[in-house]
């Protein structure tokens, strides 16, 4: 089986490639340190996440949707 990557494909994982680095950008600048350089979404960002939205109100279950995008700002 010859596995071929659509234009499709290619562009669904360079936006999620994307939004993870914008992701650690974020919470960066809100204080959130130790985030490393990983472009993966690995254990130390999704306890981030939680330690965020737990701080901001949210629901803590490392699932960054629109609450806690529009948190980060």
């Not at 130790?34 to 803590?60: C, H, I, P, W, Y």
Request: charged fraction near 20%.
């Amino acid at each position: 089986m010859e596995f071929r990557l659509t234009v499709f494909a290619f562009v669904q994982l360079a936006n999620q490639f994307m939004l993870r680095r914008f992701l650690r950008a974020r919470l960066t600048a809100k204080g959130y340190s130790g985030l490393g350089t990983s472009t993966s979404f690995d254990s130390t960002l999704e306890s981030k996440v939680k330690q965020f939205q737990t701080s901001a109100g949210l629901t803590s279950d490392g699932i960054v949707g629109m609450n806690t995008w529009r948190k980060l700002g």
